[in-house]
């Protein structure tokens, strides 16, 4: 049972309703009754968080969800996958943990990881990220003007669903967050009123700490409006528990020269501060100070110590005043106006050629603001990977995730030559870090291998996996059919069995439907044993009836429910499932933050010529369809050629991107450095990759 958690304060409120004969107050509700409230929520039937939020302003639009159908989608609507490793690096320490490079949809992932029940991330993230700090794509598209200066309907709805698809995402972050936790959203102006008003309603406006304001681009002339130069962070805790190390810059030389203007007997720079306490908040004292008379803002006795340890500077007229030291100074505090971190430029050491790319000092002022050593960081949105690389050289944890294979690539090499990359407070200007990256994998979610799932008589188990996952449900090595002497019972959902009709059985995929006979034979077979709630995954077609009661036998009953799914998903998910393609072009490259839904392996053939200008692809094809059925052709189907100039046989360490746009026809590119053992990796629209393809001469 959970843990009531309620305050003095609380609990006298709670008696007073109840000698009253009254409700308690909603709030007080809640947590009087924590299971029943999470559970309640997780049916979309009551929600007390927002309830308890009401008078906080909130911004409505066509497609809002409440926050407990949200979050029962993670289990309830079929929308949780598992994790798959893909490929793996070192090895973890003694706690097992290993950071991870997350391939999928996020939303996916954020599901997974609240359900708290895939292994490779159970008891581990849920509840216990300190930070987390996320870089959407800014939705420009949503901005385009109708007539009279309205947005066009169509906009509109961009915009709604931009907003939507980024809360959707921040209320499952909120529950990964640990109660020390904070979290970042940085955003342009477009959005980030739009989303201050969101955050608002999900954290509560209390928590609400800072909007920064970064200026991430020189000055520059616009004719029409006042130049944009800046983006916007801001930041929420999750309680008043949240970290906050307050970090300095440095004092321009202009201020130091100016303010510490004095040199003492040993040569020491100091400014003078004031002693005197007149107007000072708690009064001051009043006392003579060698024939001065005045309120001081210290007592006599540590007048006393600042005279014996020569911390006194004394004015013409013999006003003593503290002395500050230059080499005592630790900066200026950081303030939320951050002038002093500039973008990635052309000519930055830490460049690695991948759009949206945000500088390393960026992120380690965030990370060294709001978390720990050891301290778990996550950024779902990971693009170049900045985010994982600077909380690996500040000795965090992280998890980070992409879509695209492109980032998951940068971020692999990214992590890889960490040691090669620049250290944070270094003694030694410019000093590499020099470490080797502490133990991560790339795990897929969501990915499975198409082929496999659709031969059902060989790949039963497969197919059992794939069900169980779209509706979230664990699948666990226990003998589920010995347990509950029944057939096709391959999981329990909350204690209850869990059948897989088994349509990799012929005569039950074209001759057998689910009635009330079929219903009754289960209970006999079980001898009256069943009682409660017992689950049956079907395809539509395959049942005739919708949930139903029936007695056991015994003078109880259970309750069948179905968990329903079109058979054609197995197909129609392989083609045209809900995810956009991957980007072409470097300008499309965040096209994929709204991606849904699973994605497939399907294998891509590839073969690479060496020429004298570079290399050539003289073979490419993918099984895959466009969204209107037909087979791709040509180069039509190829989303991004990845290369690695000296490819080792063992890691792909990608050098080099090059996108379908950027191909001509004839599948030649100029690039310099290909040799006998400089490998391609192809990625099709649907992010399916081929096998490193060493070049042929």
């Known amino acids: ?89 070192g090895e973890p320490g003694e706690d097992g943990w290993k950071n991870l490079i997350i391939q999928g949809d996020n939303l996916q992932f954020l599901k997974t990881a609240y359900l708290n029940q895939d292994p490779l991330v159970k008891d581990k993230v849920k509840g216990k990220v300190k930070l987390i700090y996320i870089d959407p794509p800014f939705a420009t598209k949503a901005d385009f003007q109708g007539g009279e200066g309205q947005k066009s309907y169509s906009d509109k709805v961009e915009s709604s669903e931009f907003i939507e698809n980024l809360r959707e995402r921040i209320i499952f972050l909120r529950e990964l967050l640990a109660d020390e936790g904070s979290i970042y959203l940085h955003l342009d102006t477009k959005k980030i009123h739009y989303m201050k ?16 304001i970064w ?61 005197v306490g007149a107007g000072l908040k708690g009064g001051g004292y009043e006392y003579d100070w060698k024939g001065v008379t005045k309120i001081w803002r210290c007592p006599i006795q540590t007048m006393q110590r600042y005279e014996i340890e020569g911390k006194l500077y004394y004015t013409k007229s013999g006003v003593p005043r503290i002395k500050r030291y230059i080499d005592e100074v630790q900066g200026q505090p950081v303030m939320d106006v951050w002038l ?31 978390s720990n050593p050891d301290d778990l960081v996550m950024d779902i949105f990971g693009g170049s990977g900045t985010t994982a690389a600077t909380a690996e050289k500040l000795g965090r944890r992280w998890i980070t995730c992409d879509f695209g ?99 990799w059985d012929d005569q039950f995929l074209y001759n057998v439907r689910i009635d009330q006979e079929y219903l009754k034979d289960i209970i006999t077979q079980s001898r009256g044993r069943l009682k409660g709630t017992f689950y049956i995954a079907v395809p539509e077609s395959c049942t005739q009836v919708s949930d139903i009661k029936l007695p056991n036998g015994s003078g109880g009953e259970v309750h069948f429910r179905f968990l329903k799914f079109p058979y054609s998903i197995l197909e129609q998910a392989s083609r045209n499932f809900a995810i956009e393609d ?37 073979k490419f094809s993918t099984p895959i369809l466009t ?44 690039l310099a450095g290909v040799t006998a053992i400089t490998a391609v990796i192809a990625i099709d629209k649907h992010g399916n990759e081929s096998k490193p393809t060493l070049i042929s001469e």
Do not use: W
Not at 584 to 593: R, Y
């Open 1 to 89: 049972m959970s843990k009531i958690n309620m305050t003095e304060e609380e609990l006298t409120k709670l008696l007073a309703a109840v000698n009253a004969g009254v409700e308690p107050a909603p709030e007080l509700a809640g947590k009087l009754f924590p299971t029943l409230m999470e559970k309640l929520g997780q049916e979309g039937k009551f929600d007390f968080e927002t309830l308890n939020r009401i008078k906080i302003p909130t911004i409505e639009y066509a497609g809002k969800r409440s926050e407990g159908v949200i979050l029962a989608s993670a289990a309830a609507l079929g929308q949780s996958a598992p994790l798959q490793v893909v490929r793996s690096f």
């Open 197 to 212: 008003v969101v955050m608002d309603e999900i954290f509560g406006d209390s928590n609400f700490q800072n909007q920064i």
């Open 215 to 275: 200026k991430r681009t020189s000055a520059h002339a616009d004719s029409t409006t006042y130049a944009n130069v800046h983006d916007c962070i801001i930041c929420y805790y999750k309680s008043e528990k949240s970290t906050f190390n307050q970090q300095f810059t440095a004092y321009s030389q202009d201020h130091l020269d100016k303010r510490y203007k004095h040199l003492d007997s040993d040569g020491r720079k100091f400014a003078d501060g004031d002693l």
């Open 340 to 370: 002093d971190i500039f973008p990635v430029n052309s000519q930055a050491a830490e460049r690695i050629n991948y759009p949206t790319q945000k500088p390393e000092q960026l992120l380690e002022r965030i990370i060294k603001v709001s």
């Open 405 to 503: 294979k492109h980032s998951i690539y940068t971020m692999q090499k990214r992590i890889l030559r960490i040691a090669e990359s620049k250290a944070f407070d270094a003694v030694k200007k410019n000093a590499n870090y020099g470490q080797p990256p502490k133990a991560f994998a790339v795990a897929s979610v969501g990915a499975y291998d198409f082929s496999r799932i659709m031969n059902l008589r060989e790949n039963k188990c497969a197919y059992i996996s794939f069900v169980l996952a779209l509706f979230g449900i664990p699948k666990e090595e226990k003998d589920y059919v010995a347990k509950y002497k029944l057939d096709h019972i391959y999981a329990e959902r909350d204690g209850d069995p869990v059948e897989i009709f088994p349509v």
């Open 582 to 618: 991957q980007p072409d072009t470097a300008a499309n490259i965040n096209n994929l933050v709204s991606s849904v839904g699973f994605y497939f392996n399907d294998k891509v053939a590839l073969k690479v010529a060496k020429t004298s200008k570079g290399l050539k692809i003289t």
């Open 627 to 670: 969204r209107d059925g037909a087979a791709y052709t040509g180069l039509s189907g190829l989303s991004l050629l990845l290369v690695d100039i000296d490819y080792n046989r063992e890691v792909f360490d990608m050098e080099h991107a090059v996108y379908a746009k950027d191909i001509p026809e004839n599948g030649e590119i100029v």
